[in-house]
Structure formats: structure tokens, C-alpha cells
T-cell receptor
Framework: QKEVEQNSGPLSVPEGAIASLNCTYSDRGSQSFFWYRQYSGKSPELIMSIYSNGDKEDGRFTAQLNKASQYVSLLIRDSQPSDSATYLCAVIDMDSNYQLIWGAGTKLIIKP | DTAVSQTPKYLVTQMGNDKSIKCEQNLGHDTMYWYKQDSKKFLKIMFSYNNKELIINETVPNRFSPKSPDKAHLNLHINSLELGDSAVYFC???????????FGDGTRLSIL
């Protein structure tokens, strides 16, 4: 059973600080990784996708991938109260018709 | 314009009834999905269609039947609704099976 694991939190971060969200996955052959943000009562929204080892930056968001250690992380710089949400990590399982394997999500709270 | 739209947004009905949820995407994507998110907030894949062909059919009761009349539409019909069917149902689409998924706003189903 392939798994994606995240700390459920809540992770509390002061406004303006860096929020660091982590995710580990069990399938060493995984190639495609995604971070989604889900506000309470809303649908998941794609924030970042990453396919290669290293860092990928988009505005205040940086995704980091380390395939050797099987982890992917999301850094949010200059955290804002509007970043408070649940962050979902998802990994494509190529052996199961490319379905997404989802983590349970980390609840992030940014304190003003 | 809404990229992935679901109707209805809210559905309140009694046990034993039959109901349908409709989904349409105007992104020109080839692949569409149905997910269930229960009170514990875990996202569970139910079905996926690629170019109108069913490619993912997870273990769900056969009371649930998807139908894809064309690439832009994926509907979900549920027979003999049960209390445990209460959840939020999300439709999603992606350019292809290995691309990021984009979600609709969800349908909140409540069974009385």
C-alpha cells in the first residue's frame, strides 16, 4: 500500500515567519509531486507542482524535492494570516493509472 | 468563467432516495475525477475517466455510478442513498492523467 505521510498539525507560525511543511512518500519510483491548499469549506487549490530534485520557487512559496530521501516540502516565506489553511501533499502513483495518493494534510495557523 | 463547475452545491435529501451530481469542465482537459471527502477531511478517489473511458474504479458501493457523455462532462448518480454517503463530493479534471488536477467547488451532500 503506497502512502503519503504528513504531520496533521496544527502547525502554528507567527506572521512574517517561514512556515515549513513536510511530506514523505513510500514509492521510490514516484516522479510527480503536488502541493494543494484547502481553506475550510472550500475545494483543494493547486499551489505547486515539482518533478525534479531541488527547489522550485513561485512567489512566497518554495517546493523542495529530495527523491533519495523520499520527501517533499513546502516553504512559505513571510507568512500571512491568509495562508492559514490545510496543506495537502499528493504524489502520482504510476502503477495505479496515475491516480493521486494524498496525504491527510497539515493544518497551518498563522498567528498575527 | 468557472473552470470546473459542479451542480448542485448543496444537496439535502432523505435516505433511500436517488440523486445525481453533475460536473462540467471548460479547460479542454482529457481526464476527469470524482472524489469523496468525509468529515475527517481525507480525500478519497472514487472514479476517473480519460477520454470518456473509465480508468479508475475504486472500491465504492455499486450504488454509485459515473457517466461521462463526453470529455467535458462527468456525472455521478447515487442510488438508495445511505446516511454514510453524507460527505463533500469533488469533481476534478486534468490535462492528462499525469498532470495536476483542478477541482470544482464541491457538492455538500447531507442525508437525513
Amino acid at each position: 500500500q503506497k502512502e503519503v505521510e504528513q504531520n496533521s498539525g496544527p502547525l502554528s507560525v507567527p506572521e512574517g515567519a517561514i512556515a515549513s511543511l513536510n511530506c514523505t512518500y513510500s514509492d521510490r519510483g514516484s516522479q510527480s509531486f503536488f502541493w494543494y491548499r484547502q481553506y475550510s469549506g472550500k475545494s483543494p487549490e493547486l499551489i505547486m507542482s515539482i518533478y525534479s530534485n531541488g527547489d522550485k520557487e513561485d512567489g512566497r512559496f518554495t517546493a523542495q524535492l529530495n527523491k533519495a530521501s523520499q520527501y517533499v516540502s513546502l516553504l512559505i516565506r513571510d507568512s500571512q494570516p491568509s495562508d492559514s489553511a490545510t496543506y495537502l501533499c499528493a504524489v502520482i502513483d504510476m502503477d495505479s493509472n496515475y491516480q493521486l495518493i494524498w496525504g491527510a494534510g497539515t493544518k497551518l495557523i498563522i498567528k498575527p | 468563467d468557472t473552470a470546473v463547475s459542479q451542480t448542485p452545491k448543496y444537496l439535502v435529501t432523505q435516505m433511500g432516495n436517488d440523486k445525481s451530481i453533475k460536473c462540467e469542465q471548460n479547460l479542454g482537459h482529457d481526464t476527469m475525477y470524482w472524489y469523496k471527502q468525509d468529515s475527517k477531511k481525507f480525500l478519497k478517489i472514487m472514479f476517473s475517466y480519460n477520454n470518456k473511458e473509465l480508468i479508475i474504479n475504486e472500491t465504492v458501493p455499486n450504488r454509485f455510478s459515473p457517466k461521462s457523455p463526453d470529455k467535458a462532462h462527468l456525472n455521478l448518480h447515487i442510488n438508495s442513498l445511505e446516511l454514510g454517503d453524507s460527505a463533500v463530493y469533488f469533481c476534478a479534471s486534468s490535462q492528462n492523467r499525469d498532470q495536476p488536477q483542478h477541482f470544482g467547488d464541491g457538492t455538500r451532500l447531507s442525508i437525513l
